[in-house]
């Protein structure tokens, strides 16, 4: 498991592209086309908390990553917000499992 | 792990009482006298009225543990292990029932006749019983592992809950004490880890396999006792006000501790 969330040497492209493939496979939509990174998770993907519970599990198997407990969900909106989380390695540093 | 996919005898959740012995004597260590709870006083002006709400629905939420037991027991059945649990467990909730009853009092907001009258003549059972079965995921589904699932994430929801008031109080002794029921409620988060994942051990891979599905389930449509008391929703003391101070950074604490554990089980050999 990686303590980095995404290694350093994959671009924000190619996160795109696989996170993109992931919400596809998750959603059971037809294509990832509708997907930029201003797609928003509630109102125009309709993830809703169980949503989230899939989608961070299917984030966190397909980088083979544990997003920090302390990872503020709340401020993520725009499938945009979820590529700058696994983009910056310096801040998803596994966690202490603290309440 | 037993592979076997086929009918089995009943295995105990635990060999021996080992970890009954283990958390029954940390629970005594929490509060060891209840020596703090004479002579409380604060004052009410520093306390906003949306927390003294919470103290009073929180209270008389914990006192309803003699509700909630009749559930977890009937999950439990002949599991002798698991309803020594829910005794012990059972007792420690009217710990904090009494902790916050105390610091009610001490705010001069005392709870009522009215108040116990209404929660402990309020129906519960019949429709905590159908709202359970609306989750099962299947007939067959070991109601143990459901009513367990259940209590990681209830007794989770309660670590958010004192501590999201904790660090809404602005009387340092009021969320010390908050605090020491939110450590407190995450020993019965652990202890139901670590009963599900004792089960685990003599599941066969299709029983381990229900674990994830039925997790989803509940938390897909997660309803907390007190949503099955009519005197909660008559003084607006439902679910709403238990969540109401959690902040973003704690729901998503929420989410994620959640989704983190449990999502091991869908690979049983890497739990056990």
């Known amino acids: 498991m990686n303590d980095l969330v995404v290694a350093p040497s994959i671009s924000r492209e190619e996160i795109f ?3 993109k493939l992931e919400l596809v496979e998750l959603l059971c939509l037809e294509s990832s086309d509708a997907i ?11 993830i809703d908390s169980l949503g989230m519970v899939d989608l961070v599990m299917q ?18 909106k725009r499938v945009g917000d979820v590529l700058d989380l696994l983009d910056k390695p310096q801040s998803t540093k596994l966690s202490a499992t603290t309440i | 792990m037993n592979g076997s996919t086929e009918t089995k005898c009943f ?3 635990f060999p021996s009482p080992d970890t009954l012995d283990k958390f029954y004597i940390s629970g005594r260590k929490m509060w060891p006298d209840l020596a703090e709870l004479k002579n409380l006083k604060f004052d009410r002006s520093q306390v906003d009225d949306e927390v003294v709400q919470f103290m009073r629905s929180t209270a008389l939420n914990e006192y309803g543990v003699a509700h909630y037991i009749g559930s977890y027991l009937n999950s439990y059945k002949d599991d002798f292990k698991l309803r020594m649990w829910s005794a012990i467990w059972a007792a420690e909730e009217y710990v904090h029932y009494l902790v916050l009853r105390r610091m009610l009092e001490g705010l001069g907001e005392s709870l009522t006749d009215e108040d116990f009258t ?13 709202y359970f079965e609306s989750i099962l995921i299947s007939p067959d589904v070991d109601r143990r592992m459901v009513q367990l699932i259940f209590g990681v994430i209830q007794e989770f929801a309660a670590v958010i809950a004192y501590t999201a008031v904790s660090e809404k109080c602005k009387i340092p002794e009021m969320g010390a004490l908050f605090k020491r029921i939110a450590r407190d409620e995450t020993r019965h988060f652990r202890f139901n880890q670590l ?13 381990c396999a229900m674990i994830w599905p039925q997790f ?27 969540t ?24 049983p050999v890497a739990v056990v």
Request: a negative charge; one cysteine or more; aromatic letters at 12%.
């Open chain 2, 11 to 13: 295995s105990p959740s």
């Open chain 1, 36 to 46: 930029s990174e201003d797609t928003r998770l509630v109102e125009d993907l309709e």
């Open chain 2, 118 to 130: 209404g929660l402990e003549k309020g129906e519960f059972v019949n429709s905590y019983a159908d």
């Open chain 2, 195 to 207: 009963a599900l994942e004792s089960l685990c051990k003599n599941y066969s891979e299709r029983e």
């Open chain 1, 59 to 76: 984030v966190e198997d397909c980088f083979d990553i544990v997003l920090p407990t302390n990872t503020d969900l709340s401020k993520i």
């Open chain 1, 17 to 19: 592209v696989t996170l």
């Open chain 2, 244 to 267: 109401g101070f959690w902040s973003g950074e704690l729901k998503s604490r929420m989410i994620l501790r959640m989704t983190q554990y449990f999502k091991k089980f869908r690979q």
């Open chain 2, 216 to 242: 989803r389930a509940i938390w897909g449509n997660l309803q907390m006792p007190q949503e099955h008391i009519e005197y909660f929703a008559e003084l607006d003391m439902g679910t709403k006000l238990y």
